[in-house]
């Protein structure tokens, strides 16, 4: 447990990562997914010395509720993931682009 974590956030990531691990993820995937679901909570919070754009906009890990898990509804990287990525990468035109064309552009199609 990271000492920045409190009682509540620890207890917070092991069931969520107990869950992923009775969803049948790897071990490995199950500790990434807890600690990044606590870390984007903090991050929220306003609890670490830095944060994305991406962790503090849009909706908490509880209110998504697995919607970009691949249970339906939209799937994949939010069109921000892709434009970060693009950006990241150099593609000239990607402030217009949607997020399918960004996808396309990446080759995430």
Same mark, same amino acid.
């Given at each position: 447990? /990271? #000492?920045?974590?409190?009682?509540?956030?620890?207890?917070?990531?092991?069931?969520? #990562?107990?869950? *992923? !691990?009775?969803? $049948?993820?790897?071990?490995? !995937? *199950?500790?990434?997914? +807890? *600690?990044?679901?606590?870390?984007?909570?903090?991050?929220?919070? =306003? &609890?670490?010395?830095?944060?994305? /754009?991406?962790?503090? %906009? +849009?909706?908490? /890990?509880? &209110?998504?509720?697995?919607?970009?898990? $691949?249970? +339906? $509804? /939209? #799937? =994949?990287?939010?069109?921000? &993931?892709?434009?970060?990525?693009? !950006?990241?990468?150099?593609? %000239? $035109? !990607?402030?217009?682009?949607? #997020?399918?064309?960004?996808?396309?552009?990446?080759? %995430?199609?």
């Amino acid at each position: 447990m /990271p #000492k920045e974590w409190t009682a509540k956030q620890e207890r917070e990531y092991e069931h969520i #990562k107990d869950s *992923a !691990r009775k969803r $049948g993820a790897s071990a490995e !995937r *199950a500790k990434e997914i +807890g *600690a990044r679901t606590v870390n984007k909570i903090r991050a929220r919070a =306003g &609890q670490t010395k830095t944060a994305s /754009p991406t962790s503090i %906009k +849009g909706k908490s /890990p509880q &209110q998504r509720g697995g919607q970009r898990s $691949g249970h +339906g $509804g /939209p #799937k =994949g990287l939010t069109r921000d &993931q892709l434009y970060n990525e693009a !950006r990241q990468r150099n593609i %000239k $035109g !990607r402030s217009t682009m949607t #997020k399918a064309e960004l996808a396309e552009a990446l080759g %995430k199609d």
